[in-house]
């Protein structure tokens, strides 16, 4: 009884269908435990890929250093070079990039871009699959921020270890930065073809406009570059270039960025290309160009590597319009074929900005920047200092007279002579004065000269107007036999058109970095050198080297504004060193080797200098050199140095320092109750009286 109860009871826990639980039960158990370890598994990718993404976070990014191009600008902003270490890059904003460039990059090389966090999953499981069936990284579908990581920190070799680091380095970059900073970044880093990184320089290079310029036309040429520098560049072949433009416009219009119409137009738009390798002005004032670079780097201590690579600005005082000029006038001063040499170098004298430089009449051939040669003789352009030391000394004034005659000076105590020449030995053999003395450049009055206020006293003045160059204290050093660089030169007169203010030349105004921050700003250096009126009388003396008698006569019909100036000739080298209020000019003609000049060659500096003057300041108007308090003009007589009075013969209208003016009268004495006598002039009414003062006066100073 009791054991048919328990069959029962066994009977009664079977189940209603016993095949299936004895068929499927033990697959029900095994996709269980699957199941758990499917879970745990998920569990585990999910907390690695979270911690991976913690870890993402919390890494920086490697140090990545895109070099950008560094510019030079003239003084009207205009860029005139570019400094770049195998790459011209030159970034800027988003919002300074044309919406065409954006849309049709976008179109072309990753549309979903805004979508996406840094990858294509579509496209990357058609690329996996390319890859397994090849086994090997053959083909992908990088998305604009993969293309970033790579370019930034990358090579682009084909490598699972690379792809790896790829990826990682894509959701680093989407972590830290919004979608815009991504596609700025990446279009100021791709690389356009001939050197060329980023859209910018793209932009100029291709078109000579800035990215925020480019047309719909423009953009769509630009954006299917990067796939194939060499393949899709206009340069190499335009076919390429205009079918992968075709691509583009279409792919912007499947978009919806552009009309069909807006397509057809752009693709049936004849583009206007720069010359390959005229960009950014190649070629423009080449010696300047070193010369800026030389300051950067030598005296302002800007690091190379910031230059080449750091995206700096450097702003300079060059003006186009001046430097076109005269490379312009020196490349028509010369016959062809003529080996003959030169150097020009215009400086502001109110503010020592350099204005021109030309270093030589071809760069390509020789880089030599002869403004600055510490080799060539300034003959008599040096006389200038000579006599404004005689000015300076009390013991002579414009109408001191010497005899231009052969002569031969004794010096060192009598153990040495010299016996200076006159050009063409040529002589008046009668006394002259100070001006005419300048003018007609006599070298018997200024080894007198030097004779009378010493050399030592010439080379302190020289060097207060900003010479530098070595001198010794020798009777020669009036005839400027001591080298001096054209831009000592045209400095030193500087002091002269500024009312005897020297200011420093200047070249490079401010630099600044990428980011607009000033490393380097200019501040102006002056000193006063010499009194105005000095400067003023020197100016007066030299307007005659231009006047019937000087000997830059020949050139006064070309220049019409007020100018002073001297020349200066040695037997290898021919200057003209000038200026006006608003100019000084150094012109300096000559060989590199010790060759003698013809008359003909040494006649070139001239109208190269006067040629410059004219066409540099034709849309200022004439000014002449401002008269300035403690000057005196009054009528002489040339031939005596004495003041003239109507009765005199000959009178010459004379500027002097005040109280320096002459004393006596030639002819009868003026009639003492006559105030009005027109010996004086320009205010000097007491200069043509005889009163004891200027009695005493005289009998001190003889």
Known sequence: MKKHSNQQGKLRRRPAFPFITERFLPQFLKMKKWLRWAAAAFTLFILILAGTLIFLRTQSLPVTAISQTSQMLDLHGNV???????????????????????????????????????????????????????????????????????????????????????????????????????????????????????????????????????????????????????????????????????????????????????????????????????????????????????????????????????????????????????????????????????????????????????????????????????????????????????????????????????????????????????????????LIDMRQALASSDNIYAVNTIMTVGADKVIETAKKLGIESPMKPVPSLALGTFPISPFEMASAFGTFANGGIHMEPVAILRIEDRKGQVLYEAKQKSVQAITPAEAYVMTSLMESVFEEGGTAFRVSSIIKRPIAGKTGTTPTDAWLVGYTPELATAVWVGYDKDRKLTVAEAYRAAPIFAKFTEQALSAIPPKIFPIPEGIVNVYIDPTSGKLAESSCPHRRLETFISGTEPTDVCGEPADAGNNDSDATHNGSGTAGRRSWWNDLKRWWTD
């Open 80 to 430: 005139i070079d570019t400094f770049h270490a195998g790459e011209n890059r030159r970034s800027v904003q988003l919002s300074d990039i044309s919406h065409y460039v954006i849309e049709a990059t976008l179109a072309i090389e990753d549309r979903r871009f805004y979508d996406h966090r840094g990858f294509d999953m579509k496209g990357m499981a058609r690329a996996v699959m390319v890859n397994v069936q090849s086994f090997s990284a053959r083909q992908g579908a990088s998305t604009l921020t993969q293309q970033l990581a790579r370019n930034l920190y990358l090579t682009h070799e084909r490598t699972w270890q690379r792809k790896l680091k790829e990826a990682m380095y894509t959701v680093q970059l989407e972590m830290n930065y919004s979608k815009d900073e991504i596609l700025g970044m990446y279009l100021n880093q791709i690389y356009y073809g001939h050197g060329s990184y980023g859209i910018e320089a793209a932009a100029m290079m291709y078109f000579n406009k800035h990215a925020s310029e480019l047309t719909l036309a423009e953009s769509a040429m630009l954006a299917g570059i990067p796939k194939g520098p060499k393949y899709y560049s206009p340069y190499l072949n335009m076919k390429n270039a205009k079918d992968r433009q075709l691509t583009i416009l279409q792919a912007m219009l499947e978009g919806g960025s552009i009309t069909s119409e807006q397509a057809d137009a752009a693709y049936k738009e004849m583009l206007s290309f720069q010359t390959l390798g005229s960009g950014d002005q190649e070629g423009f004032a080449p010696y300047f160009r070193d010369y800026i670079r030389y300051v950067a780097v030598d005296k302002l201590g800007i690091n190379e590597h910031l230059l080449n690579e750091g995206g700096i600005t450097i702003y300079t005082t060059l003006d186009p319009s001046a430097q076109a000029t005269a490379e312009e006038v020196i490349a028509k001063g010369f016959p062809e074929n003529s080996e003959q040499q030169a150097a020009l170098i215009a400086i502001d004298p109110r503010t020592g900005y350099i204005k021109a430089m030309v270093g030589g009449r071809n760069y390509k051939n020789n880089q030599y920047n002869r403004v600055f040669a510490k080799t060539r003789q300034p003959g008599s352009s040096f006389k200038p200092f000579l006599y404004l030391t005689a000015l300076q000394s009390g013991f002579m004034s414009p109408v001191t007279r010497y005899k231009s005659e052969p002569t031969v000076f004794t010096y060192d105590e009598g153990r040495k002579t010299y016996e200076p020449r006159n050009y063409g030995d040529k002589y008046l053999n009668e």
